[in-house]
C-alpha cells in the first residue's frame, strides 16, 4: 500500500485528520488519487489510514488509525455505529442527520435522513468513487423508499468532482411535509437549500420562541422562515421574515397557511432591510422590535476572507441593536467555521460599545446533537450562536 510520511509538529500529531500537501515529508508507492494510503511518521510508525487526492489542499484525511480498507464491511460497521450513536442520543428517527463526514468517522461522507428518504452527499474523491457501494449498504441497512444524490456543492470543486443531482435508488419524491420542532414544512429534496433543510438549526427554533411570547419578532436572513413561524406559534404578538429570495418567501407563505399562522413576509436584502429600519426607528420607537434573530448563510468559505465577513457580522449587529426596544432581545448565529465564537463574539461587542449599547448573555446555542463535534477538529464546530438581552439603564 502506498503511503506519505508526515513532517514534525503537522497539526495530525495533536489528533486532528487532515494532513495539508506541505505537511507531506515525502511519499512512496505512487499513491493515486481516490486511494487509500498510510500515514507515518518520521520514525516509520503507523499514524493510521487515510483517503488521498493530491488535486486537494488537504491531501490526505485519515479515517483509521489502523491499516484498514475502504471495504464493503467498513462502510456497513461505521454506517451502523454513526445510526446507533444518534439513537442513543436520542435524535428524530426520520428526520435528522445520520452521516456527517469526519465526525463519524468517514470523511466527506454525508447522510441525511427526511421520512422514507435518505439524501447523500459524496464531497471527497474517494467517498465519490465508492458511492454506489455507500448506496448498496444504506440500502441494506435502512431500507430507506428512495435515495437522492445532492451533490450540488461547490466544496466538490475543491475535490476536482463535478457538480450533479441524481437518485441512486428509487423514483424522484415530489415536494412532501416534515415536521421539524413543531412545525410543518414542505421540502424539496432536488432542489432545497443544503439536502432539503436547515437540519442543524432544528433544536434552535423552539429554544429562541420559548422568548417570544407577547414579543415583536423580526426574523433576519429567514430561508423558510421557521424562526418567525416557532415563534409566532410560541405566542409573538408579530412576526416578521426578512428573506432576499422569492422562491424562499412563498415558501415561508406556503409554511405559515400550512401551520394556520400569521406573519409578516418581507422580500428584501437584509442588510439593506435593517438599514431603513434603523433609519426609521430612530425617529419612531414604536417601530423597533422585541426580539431580532440573525441567522444569515455563510460570510466566508476561506479563511482570507475572514476579515471581510467579520465586517459584515459587525454591520448586521450593529444594524439590528439599534433596531431593538428597551429591554429588547438578540438571538445571533453564525455558520461559518472559519469565524470562531470568540471572533463572533468580538464583533459583536465591536457593535454593542458602537451602538452604546450593553448586552447579557442568556444562551449559548450550538448544531444539533446529529451532527456531532469532534474536540480535536474544530472545523466539526461550525454553527454557534448566543442569545442576548438589552442591558437597562445603560
Known sequence: MAGIIVKPRSRI?????????????????????G????????????????????????????????????DRDFFQRRISQAVEYRTRRGCDPRLGRLVWSESDGLPGLIVDRYGDYLVVQTLTLAMDMRRDEIAGVLDELLRPAGIVERN???????????????????????????????LEFEVDLLTGQKTGFYLDQVASYPAVARYANGRRVLDCFANQGAFALACAKAGAKSAAAVEISADACNQIRGNAARNGLSIDVIEKNAFDFLKLADNVAANDPSAKYDLIILDPPSFTKSRGKLEDALRGYKEIHLRAMKLLAPDGMLATFCCSHHVSREHLIGVINEAAVDARKTLRQLECFSQAPDHPIITTMPETEYLKGFLFELAPGR
Open 13 to 33: 500529531y495533536h489528533g486532528h485528520d487532515w494532513v495539508y500537501s506541505s505537511e507531506v515529508l515525502k511519499s512512496w508507492g505512487e499513491p493515486k488519487d
Open 35 to 70: 486511494e487509500v494510503i498510510v500515514i507515518k511518521d518520521g520514525k516509520d510508525r503507523l499514524l493510521g489510514s487515510a483517503i488521498f487526492n493530491s488535486k486537494s489542499q488537504i491531501i490526505a484525511r485519515r479515517f483509521s488509525r489502523q491499516k484498514q480498507d475502504l
Open 152 to 182: 450540488d456543492a461547490p466544496i466538490r470543486i475543491a475535490e476536482g468532482l463535478e457538480l450533479r443531482t441524481a437518485m441512486m435508488r428509487g423514483t424522484a419524491p415530489k415536494p412532501f411535509p416534515i415536521i421539524a420542532a413543531g
